[in-house]
């Protein structure tokens, strides 16, 4: 028996886990975040922690919770709102919820990269705003997929579901990684292996899926738009601080990408104003994630690993 603290509204059935295990639980019910002095107040005395993506989980809070503390449990795959090591050296477990939204990003990530290439962004505003349009041969042309290269950042499983999607769409693929994927992944979906360098000069639609991490703060910066064709997209449905966006910007103003699809921001929530003016980029508040599903089985196996660590056992999905 323990006391689980939940940081942020999750669904319901995650609660319930909670409770069933004979848990107290202490659950922030409201859509809107709490403030980080309500966070370190609400944590105090907890055995477990739940917590969303929007929460800065390092000393401070994990201090405030006490030494009883026995696991941070994120609902969430990325964990770059984590700090393992301040886990580790006080002896916390820590948690994130792989797999479970594999299909729903990759998913999100080849909508991105459908209202990019055919321009659906832009044709909607023109609906919206009443603008005065007709058919024309020429009127919004966008870029077909069949035959183009997609060069994958980062062939985890959410960038692998991604080029099978785009594999659908008859796309090539080639990617980039820190180690090789699996053979029989890369057979699959005659992908091989190249350097980013080759990745950004080949591609027609670059779609970022590696974790941010120091390693990979601005790995894509203006050096790198400089070398990407001047008809290619970006799409990123990682971690904004993956892409220098004021580099961004100046790439997608001055015409040497074609245009970019983002689902997340450097500095979440806010949005680079630049972005606002580029019509040649696509712009969604983190939706990766966000079927009722999939939020339901994030949450569920966040409670699931939870659970497990309050009862002495190995959690189903631990970080590292
Ligand atoms: C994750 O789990 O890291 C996603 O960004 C949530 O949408």
Known sequence: MGRVVVTGKVPKPALDILRRAGHEVVAWEREEQQSRAQLLEQVSGADALVTLLTEQVDAE???AAGEQLKVVANVAVGYNNVDVEACR???VVATNTPGVLTDATADLAMALILMTTRRLGEGERVIRS???????MFYL???GLQRKTLGVVGLGSIGAATARRARAFGMNIIYSSRSAAPRELTSELGAHRVDLDT???ESDVVSL???YSPATHHLLSASEF???????YLINTARGPVVDEAALVEALKGGQIAGAGLDVFEDEP???PGLLDCENAVLLPHLGSATIETRTAMATLAADNAVSVLAGEDPPTPIG
Do not use: F, N
């Open 226 to 232: 400089a070398a990407m064709k001047s008809s290619a």
């Open 199 to 201: 990745l950004l000069a």
């Open 61 to 63: 809070l994990l201090d």
């Open 270 to 272: 806010q949005v680079h």
């Open 141 to 143: 042309l966008g870029s």
């Open 130 to 136: 009443q603008t005065p349009w007709q058919w024309g």
């Open 209 to 211: 899926h590696c974790p």
């Open 89 to 91: 050296s006080r002896g």
